[in-house]
């Protein structure tokens, strides 16, 4: 499954103690932190042909919109919690993951993996109100998501690719739920993007756990933080390059009437700097956290969010 992902002593063992009876059902608060509702902001992705497309006046696709992000959003979580319950064991021996709900003893394996099947079933069934398109799109997502658990994982550069996979499948659905063709400058600037935080975000875990790092993912025996490094400088050239010419695209003029979209990449280029200057501070290691936290990371994504709406809708 994605990272879209004992013996219980306290203190200087690294693991919780659990009452019992939390660890039957959990509580409220574990919940919450099981299904990772911070990290739905990656679902924003469906929501971007909405906003390019020009169609965020219109209610039908809004709606349907909405409805593929609600779907992946459920999904998501689904395939959180049985990463969760397949990871327990390893993310124990994590300073940050072992205080994870399922691995910490807080919800029962049972029970998450019980959820998990009723959030993938409802998810699919939102994905076809908005869209059969979408439908398919998820079904693909959950084949790849069982691929990468169970095999892809542990390859080196391919477990990278495989999670930047799930964001052009985001891009895909939300193109088809607003009944659009997705742009090929979107995917790959999409894509291009999502490679670039998955490698940064390989850096950041070899460099938080060490010589540690293979007992936690085994793949990172096979990266370097030198490689990585390099990786990370190519990645945020060619994304910007991408996103530029998405910008100038023919069609995307014609959308928006003129080509002043490019201007937007002042934010774009502040971003990734950004990020890139967090991850050398061995800082980002989430992007979702980041983005969060770092007031400079999200006043350019701010930013740029309020300028391309600004360009396509009022300007």
């Known amino acids: 499954m994605t990272t879209e992902r004992g013996s219980d002593a ?19 608060l574990a919940w919450l932190r099981a299904l990772r509702p911070e990290q739905w902001l990656k679902n924003g992705f469906v929501l971007s ?6 169609k965020g006046t219109d209610l039908v696709a809004i709606e349907h919109a909405v409805a593929a992000f609600a779907a992946f959003c459920a999904v998501a979580s689904a395939v959180y919690l049985v990463n969760d319950v397949v990871d327990r064991n390893a993310d124990r021996q994590h300073p940050r993951k072992r205080l994870r709900p399922i691995a910490a003893g807080l919800i029962s394996p049972g029970l998450a993996t019980g959820v998990a099947m009723a959030l993938g079933a409802g998810g699919l069934l939102i994905a076809w109100y908005a869209s059969r398109g979408v439908v398919g799109v998820l079904a693909v997502y959950l084949v790849v998501n069982a691929l990468y658990g169970l095999w892809l994982k542990q390859v080196v550069i391919i477990d990278v690719f495989v999670v930047a996979s799930f964001f ?4 895909v659905a939300g193109s088809s739920a607003v009944g659009v063709r997705p742009s090929i400058w979107l995917l790959l600037c999409g894509g291009l993007l999502a490679l670039y935080l998955g490698f940064a975000k390989r850096r950041h875990e070899l460099m ?3 010589a540690t790092s293979p007992s936690h993912r085994a793949v990172l025996a096979g990266y370097t933080t030198p490689f990585l490094d390099q990786l990370s400088v190519v990645l945020l050239s060619v994304t ?75 300007a």
């Not at 042909?49 to 020009?54: A, D, E, K, M, R």
């Not at 530029?244 to 774009?268: N, P």
């Open 49 to 54: 042909p909405l906003v390019f497309s020009g």
């Open 208 to 210: 938080l756990l060490g």
């Open 168 to 171: 052009i499948m985001r891009l």
């Open 10 to 28: 306290a203190g200087a063992t690294g693991a919780v103690r659990t009452d019992p009876a939390q660890a039957r059902g959990g509580s409220a």
């Open 240 to 314: 910007v390059v991408s996103y530029v010419m998405y910008t100038l695209e023919s069609e995307t003029a014609r959308a928006v009437g003129s080509d002043v979209l490019s201007y937007s990449i002042v934010f774009v280029l502040y971003g990734v700097l950004r990020y890139l200057y967090l991850v050398q501070r061995n800082e980002g290691g989430n992007p979702s956290e980041t983005l969060l936290t770092d007031r400079s990371l999200l006043a350019a994504a701010t930013a740029w969010a309020a300028y391309c709406v600004y360009v396509i809708y009022i």
